[in-house]
């Protein structure tokens, strides 16, 4: 075979510079000050000094500040989907599952938000169906960057299992890379070490009824779908201008610092041996000289143009969706205005929100088949997600005009029943008929005549 299963799909090395700056700018001011020059150039002043260009750098770096924006953020819209009503139907036969997902034991709720997050952070995540030997089949996520290679048929992938391996009390790198294979249609799983070679040969996994698998039970979640294609991570507009902030915080920083740092200039004298409070200073003229002293510094010209700048770039985290760092009064604003703003503002989120749904639903399918399910069983899990992120509350005077509408037969009573659930004033987990049922037990609440048809006369 042509090739190493350690090569790289294209599609990966185009994205794998915007994975590490949104997985440092994540992290926050170590990793990304940790990174050096990757992300704040070195000043030609300090490159022309050899002997002190590093301290002065290191001096310059120390005193910038990185914005811990981009985090926050993730959990924050992490937060935003998830707080809203997420269906998950399984069969009784599945309902381990919902203590124990993964094989670590992270529970369906605690691993969904995780693949949110993860989608959210970098645009990409691989779900891997999977059974031990003995015991119920569990989920295994991979982050983008272990998916390092696939096939646009779905015939192969190839995640990158390196890491840390335990030796008694210390700690060793081991690589070695998992392909999943669909040859001659049936799934096959095949370790290899990093010189290439198998290591425990190739397996051909099959569900507990003994069926050989047909597909590979592998899910790629993006931003938007369930699609191989690799998009910009969502988050990246937060994240390059929290990094041009940092570069920016850095000048503005080193200037303050200079400002303050004058320098004693003698002119035509001798330079003093003390400087300061009680201290005396005499400078002694001759024929035709006159001494002078005084401080200069630098002008410090540049300051307020940073200041300015910084703000720009959190103007432009803010309009890419930085939560924090909303910009001017918004009081003024009516209610209405409000919720189309947020709207069109999380309709981003709404598509990471149905991807997730529908990378764990398919996953979970691919579960209930190797937990022996048959295929229409499997077909039966449903993960439904929300139909809409803005929390909503209805006035009242919504309220009235949907009741007064109803009660006059313009709109049916389901309908007006629909929108005081999306208000927040209906519950959501009973429909139409199981309300009408406790409106007519109470007794003491009228319902408007209906004809046999169930409309309003």
Same mark, same amino acid.
């Given at each position: +075979?042509?090739?190493?299963?350690?090569?790289? !799909?294209?599609?990966?090395?185009?994205?794998?510079?915007?994975? *590490?700056l949104m997985r440092d700018a994540v992290r926050g001011e170590s990793a990304v000050k940790?990174?050096?020059e990757r992300y704040?150039?070195?000043p030609s002043g300090f490159a022309a000094q050899p002997d002190k260009g590093k301290a002065f750098y290191a001096a310059y770096q120390k005193r910038a500040r990185f914005p811990e924006i981009v985090n926050p953020a993730v959990q924050a819209m992490v937060g935003v989907i998830h707080q809203a009503e997420i269906q998950i139907e399984l069969p009784e036969r599945m309902d381990w599952i919902w203590e124990r997902a993964t094989a670590d034991g992270l529970p369906l709720e605690a691993f969904h938000r995780r693949v949110t997050g993860q989608i959210l952070e970098v645009g990409r995540y691989a779900i891997l169906a999977d059974a031990p030997e003995s015991g119920n089949p569990y989920l295994a996520g991979y982050s983008a960057e272990s998916l390092i290679n696939w096939d646009e048929a779905r015939q192969l992938y190839v995640l990158d299992e390196s890491g840390l391996v335990r030796d008694g009390f210390g700690w060793t790198h081991q690589e070695q890379f998992l392909a999943l294979e669909l040859i001659d249609g049936r799934y096959t799983a095949t370790r290899y070490n990093a010189a290439g070679k198998t290591m425990d040969g190739a397996a051909q996994p099959t569900t507990a009824r003994r069926e050989a698998l047909t597909e590979i039970p592998l899910v790629v979640a993006g931003p938007r779908d369930l699609s191989l294609k690799t998009e910009t991570p969502p988050l990246i507009g937060i994240a390059r201008p929290a990094v041009s902030m940092y570069q920016l915080s850095a000048d503005y920083r080193w200037q303050l610092f200079m400002s303050g740092q004058e320098t004693l200039v003698v002119i035509n004298g001798e330079a003093p041996d003390a400087v300061g409070a009680g201290a005396c200073v005499s400078l002694q003229g001759g024929e035709g000289v006159t001494p002078d +002293?005084?401080?200069?510094?630098?002008?410090?010209?540049?300051?307020?143009? !940073?200041? *300015?700048?910084?703000?720009?770039?959190?103007?432009?985290? %803010?309009? %890419?969706?930085?939560?924090?760092f909303n910009s001017g009064d918004k009081s003024a604003e009516s209610g209405d205005?409000?919720?189309?703003?947020? *709207?069109?503002? *999380?309709?981003?989120?709404?598509?990471?929100? !149905?991807?997730?749904?529908?990378?764990?639903?398919?996953?979970?399918?691919?579960?209930?088949?190797?937990?022996?399910?048959?295929?229409?069983e499997a077909q039966n899990i449903t993960v439904t997600p929300p139909t809409s992120l803005v929390d909503r509350k209805m006035s009242p005077e919504e309220m009235g005009s949907i009741m007064n509408l109803w009660d006059k037969g313009l709109i049916s009573g389901e309908t007006a029943y629909t929108n005081l659930q999306d208000g927040g004033v209906a519950s959501p987990d009973r429909d139409w008929d199981d309300e009408v049922k406790l409106i007519e037990e109470g007794g003491n609440i009228r319902l408007p005549s209906m004809d046999e048809s169930g409309a309003l006369p």
């Open positions: +075979m042509a090739g190493s299963p350690s090569d790289k !799909h294209p599609d990966y090395l185009d994205r794998e510079d915007e994975w *590490t940790g990174q050096g704040l150039p070195k +002293m005084k401080y200069v510094g630098p002008s410090g010209i540049g300051i307020a143009a !940073h200041k *300015t700048a910084i703000e720009d770039e959190k103007a432009d985290a %803010a309009n %890419a969706g930085a939560r924090l205005a409000l919720r189309i703003r947020f *709207t069109a503002e *999380t309709a981003s989120l709404v598509s990471i929100a !149905h991807a997730s749904c529908a990378a764990l639903e398919r996953s979970l399918r691919y579960a209930a088949l190797l937990h022996g399910l048959s295929e229409a």
